[in-house]
Structures are given as structure tokens and as C-alpha cells.
Nanobody
Framework: QVQLVETGGGLVQTGGSLRLSCEASGDTFSTYPMAWFRQVPGKDREFVSLITTRIDDTYYQEAVKGRFTISRDNAKNLLFLQMNSLKPEETAAYYC??????????????????WGQGTQVTVSS
């Protein structure tokens, strides 16, 4: 089992940048495929990006390609999401998630079994 804690959210102007972090504790972090989702109140949680146990195997939602970068530091049990050129419509609570060890994951919430509590990102217009 793994526990996840997100940090790094905050208020930023349109076009600004934020770097989210997700610290994992518990079992071997490197064995978990990881992802970021986001959610606006009243809407479904939305997939943003994933990274498998291979640090060079990543996937992004089309709308964030070229602006967001997901990465992981397995030695420090950390997952990151670098977000550049942020837009007001990307205001949301951002969650990190972990799939089962060595599992194949995709864009569905059901692929992930461990979730953090979320960190709020607010982009002002």
C-alpha cells in the first residue's frame, strides 16, 4: 500500500507556471504507475497525465501536451507535474494517483487504486 500527499498548488495568473509534487510513502514507489487527474466541483475527475514504471513512458491529455510535464524521482518517492502557460479553465483540484504495482494503466480513474487528498490550483484571468 502507498500513501500519497500532493503539494504545490496555489494561485497563479494566466500564462503562469506551477510545479505540483506528490510524495509517496509505504511500499516501493518505483513499482507503481502514477498519474495526475484534476476535478472541478460538479464535474467528473479528468485525466491529465500518466507515467509508467519506466520514467520515459508518459502520456498526456491532448489539451496539456507541450505545456505540462510529468516526471518522477524514484529515489525520493516523488511524482511531479510541471505546468506552464496555465489557463483559467484549468482551475481545479489536482490529484495524484497510483495504480497497482507493475499494472497497465490508462486514462480511467478505475485503473488507479491509491489517491492523494488533492491540491488546489487557481488560475486567475
Amino acid at each position: 500500500q502507498v500513501q500519497l500527499v500532493e503539494t504545490g498548488g496555489g494561485l497563479v495568473q494566466t500564462g503562469g507556471s506551477l510545479r505540483l509534487s506528490c510524495e509517496a510513502s509505504g511500499d516501493t514507489f518505483s513499482t507503481y504507475p502514477m498519474a495526475w487527474f484534476r476535478q472541478v466541483p460538479g464535474k467528473d475527475r479528468e485525466f491529465v497525465s500518466l507515467i509508467t514504471t519506466r520514467i520515459d513512458d508518459t502520456y498526456y491529455q491532448e489539451a496539456v501536451k507541450g505545456r505540462f510535464t510529468i516526471s518522477r524521482d524514484n529515489a525520493k518517492n516523488l511524482l511531479f507535474l510541471q505546468m506552464n502557460s496555465l489557463k483559467p479553465e484549468e482551475t481545479a483540484a489536482y490529484y495524484c494517483a497510483a495504480g497497482r504495482p507493475f499494472s497497465r494503466v490508462g486514462i480511467r480513474q478505475d485503473d488507479y487504486v491509491y489517491w492523494g487528498q488533492g491540491t488546489q490550483v487557481t488560475v486567475s484571468s
